[in-house]
Structure formats: structure tokens, C-alpha cells
């Protein structure tokens, strides 16, 4: 009989894979994710694709607003930043496209600092109403400044290229985009084992404390606008190159919206709540879809009155996921684990 211990060394007490179980369930969802795009169809890899993106700027929100505690509806301004930056660096340096994404989050990382300035002196709903103001600014400028952004025509952008092959199938574009999400994944994970992860955890908590312990208060929140930035510039710049085409109305409020949705009804403060909700806030709604177009040869004209029924109901599970779990779909998940790590010895 094998008789759980300690971990006997920091290392492996601050390992992010601890069990034989995790390191199990970790190579299933591997595979998984390798097999994916051989059995998908199209419409499902799109899909995929499409969660990729969302994951990944789903998780550098989180950093700010889960971790940190600053809320900000700004983080579709920021994709916007990156995805231009990839679209003007295609069409006028011709550069591969990871410097491409590399040059958008960092030009994402740039504005995000700005934006995060009146972090400092205001917070919560105020907050967010600044970054409302920086996206509507930000807005202005795709709009108007033309011969760099295209104005409202918007910019095209060529397929990526990895080793002289265009990449313009879905399938293609699956090894790049997931990949791409599950490291920037990764790096936060590991984010909040380093000092500056402990930082913003404390910021959130109570920053007039942290602030006692010796925290920079500006410092920490600038960077942590940096880092959730550089994340959505990315995954501006994975979603330009999925779409092939970038202008002003690709990034809007709504979208802002959309992750801050994601966040919360994955769960704050959370990794596992930002690729969850992600994937909820994208599927959904075309799983409604399913459900309407199943219903269809019994009413009639029922694509046109179901539809905003579908509405609703996406619109009613977020508000009962926000007045009945509130910690969001990570906590179910860990309440269903609890629940089989005692199983069946629980009463």
C-alpha cells in the first residue's frame, strides 16, 4: 500500500504537475489535442482556432482583472493594436510571422502602460470607464489615421508562412494558433510562482498593504497592464492572420465585453477559468445554434423567431452562472474533483 507524503523539496511543492493522476490526465488531453485536428471537420477546427484566440486573450485579461484586481474593458483595443501591428509589418516590412506577433504584443504592451496609468489614482468602475475612453480614442485612430491603418477599408493580411508553406487551411492554422495560446497559457501559470505573480495577488487582496509591505504600487500595476496587453496583442495578431483582414469594427466594445464575460464566468483568479470560460463564451452560442436548427422543420420561420430567443438564453446563463456560482466554472470543476478525490468514503 502506497502512503501519501510531503513534498520533501520547494521544487517539487511549487511544481505545477504534482501527481501521477495530473501527469495522466495531462497526457490525455496531449493526444487529444494532437488527434483533434485529424478527425475534426472544418467548421469544428474553425472553432478550435477560434477558442485558441479567445484562450489566449481570455488569460491576459485574467492576469489583470483575476490577479490583479483592475478591471478593463479595454482588452479588444488592445487585440486591435496587435493585430495592425502584424497587418502593417506584413504588408510593408515583410517579416516572418513570429516577429510579426512578437512586434504586436509588444506595441499592445506599449499602449497598455499608458492606459494603465490612472491605475494608480482610481480603481473599480472608474477604472473601467478610463479604459472605456482609451478604446473609443484608440477607435478614433484606426479610423482616421488612413495611411497607416487603412481607416475604414481596414488592411488585408497575407497568410502566414512556416518554412516557404502558406498557411491558409484550418488544419494548417490549428498548429500554430493552439500551440501558440497553450505557452502563453503556460507562462502565466508559472507567472504566479515568481515574485511579480505574488505582487499582483497582493495588489488585489488589499493594495494600501501591499503598498506597506514594500510593493511599488505603480510599478506592479503598469506591468501588470503590460503583460495582459502583450497577451491580447498576440492574440490580436493570431486572430489577424486567421481573418486575413483587420479593421476598426474587427474590435469593438462588444468584444471587450465578450472577455470580460469569459473571465467571469470561467472564474477570477483563476487559470483554468480563463481557457474554460473561453471555450464556453465561443461554444455556446453555435451550440444553441444546433439546437434552433434542430427545431426548425417543426416551426415554422424558426430561424427568425428562435434567434433571439438564443440570445437570451446565452445572455440568461451568464446571469445565472453570476447569481448561483459566482467563483464560475472553475470552482464546479474543482468541486467535481473534490468530490472523486473522496469518492466513495464522502457521505
Known amino acids: 500500500m502506497r502512503i501519501a507524503t510531503a513534498n520533501e523539496t520547494y521544487l517539487a511543492d511549487a511544481a505545477l504537475i504534482q501527481t501521477r493522476t495530473q501527469w495522466a490526465w495531462m497526457g490525455v488531453l496531449t ?5 483533434a485536428p485529424f478527425v475534426l471537420n472544418s467548421y469544428w477546427l474553425y472553432l478550435a482556432c477560434l477558442v485558441a484566440i479567445n484562450v489566449a486573450s481570455a488569460t491576459g485579461l485574467n492576469i489583470l482583472t483575476g ?11 488592445f487585440m486591435a493594436v496587435g493585430a495592425y501591428t502584424v497587418a502593417w509589418l506584413d504588408r510593408n516590412i515583410g517579416t516572418s510571422f513570429l516577429i510579426n506577433l512578437f512586434a504586436g504584443g509588444l506595441m499592445a504592451a ?7 496609468l490612472p491605475s494608480l489614482r482610481v480603481k473599480g468602475l472608474y477604472l473601467a470607464i478610463a479604459t472605456i475612453g482609451a478604446s473609443l480614442i484608440l477607435h478614433f485612430v484606426f ?20 518554412l516557404g508553406t502558406p498557411l491558409t487551411t484550418y488544419f ?14 503556460l507562462g502565466a501559470a508559472n507567472l504566479f510562482r515568481t515574485r511579480i505573480g505574488r505582487a499582483f495577488i497582493a495588489i488585489r487582496d488589499r493594495d494600501i498593504s501591499a503598498e506597506v509591505l514594500g510593493i511599488p504600487l505603480l510599478r506592479y500595476k503598469l506591468l501588470s497592464f503590460a503583460i495582459s496587453s502583450f497577451y491580447a496583442g498576440v492574440a490580436g495578431g493570431l486572430w489577424a492572420y486567421f481573418f ?4 476598426p469594427e474587427s474590435f469593438t466594445l462588444v468584444e471587450s465585453i465578450f472577455y470580460l464575460a469569459a473571465v467571469i464566468v470561467g472564474g477570477m483568479g483563476s487559470i483554468l477559468g480563463g481557457i474554460i470560460g473561453a471555450a464556453f463564451m465561443t461554444l455556446v452560442p453555435e451550440i444553441l445554434r444546433f439546437g434552433v436548427e434542430a427545431i426548425a422543420p417543426y416551426v415554422n ?3 427568425t423567431l428562435l434567434s433571439p430567443v438564443r440570445t437570451v438564453v446565452f445572455g440568461a446563463l451568464i446571469i445565472l452562472f453570476l447569481v448561483f456560482e459566482p467563483q464560475g466554472l472553475a470552482e464546479i470543476v474543482q468541486r467535481v474533483r473534490r468530490f472523486f478525490h473522496l469518492w466513495p468514503f464522502r457521505k
Open 67 to 77: 490577479y490583479t484586481g483592475l478591471v478593463s474593458l479595454g482588452q479588444g483595443a
Open 301 to 303: 420561420n424558426a430561424g
Open 172 to 185: 494548417q492554422l490549428y498548429w500554430v494558433l493552439v500551440p501558440v495560446a497553450a505557452l502563453m497559457v
Open 143 to 162: 479610423l482616421n489615421w488612413s495611411s497607416v491603418t487603412g481607416g475604414s477599408r481596414g488592411m488585408n493580411v497575407a497568410p502566414a508562412t512556416f
Open 110 to 116: 506599449a499602449v497598455g502602460i499608458l492606459v494603465g
Open 31 to 35: 493526444v487529444a489535442l494532437v488527434a
Open 244 to 247: 486575413r483582414s483587420v479593421g
